[in-house]
């Protein structure tokens, strides 16, 4: 079982920049793709940014058109920790941030939350104008 919790949400001011942590329990964390993802208030859930499972420290990302180039993903297989890196903050990325771990083998899309069967609890960004 695969446990994992976010932090590092907070209230910023637009073009800041915030850093979200995802710590993970269990084994094996190298061999898990992570993803984030987000919702905000009165919206579904949407795909934030995704990285693949590494034995190494390659891993390959990618990214939700409206975040490319402000958000970076990456992974820590020692500290079984994987982080999102949002620079140039908006407005519109207030939200709360989930982390998320696809632990069986699907077709799913990594964009599609049905791919992906842990989840954390969430942590809050708000970012003001």
């Known amino acids: 079982q695969v446990q994992l919790v976010e932090s590092g949400g907070g209230l910023v001011q637009a073009g800041d920049s915030l850093r979200l942590s995802c710590a993970t329990s269990?084994?094996?964390?190298?061999?898990?793709?992570m993803g984030w993802f987000r919702q905000a208030p009165g919206k579904e859930r949407e795909f934030v940014a995704y990285?693949?499972?590494?034995?190494?420290?390659?891993?390959?990302?990618s990214y939700a058109d409206s975040v490319k180039g402000r958000f970076t993903i990456s992974r820590d297989n020692a500290k079984n920790t994987v982080y999102l890196q949002m620079d140039s903050l908006k407005p519109e990325d207030t939200a709360i941030y989930y982390c998320?771990?696809?632990?069986?083998?699907?077709?799913?899309?990594?964009?599609?939350?049905?791919?992906?069967?842990?989840w954390g609890q969430g942590t809050q960004v708000t970012v003001s104008s």
């Open positions: 998320a771990a696809p632990l069986r083998r699907t077709y799913y899309s990594i964009s599609d939350i049905r791919k992906y069967d842990a």
């Open positions: 269990g084994r094996s964390f190298s061999l898990y793709a």
């Open positions: 990285i693949s499972w590494s034995s190494s420290s390659i891993s390959s990302t």
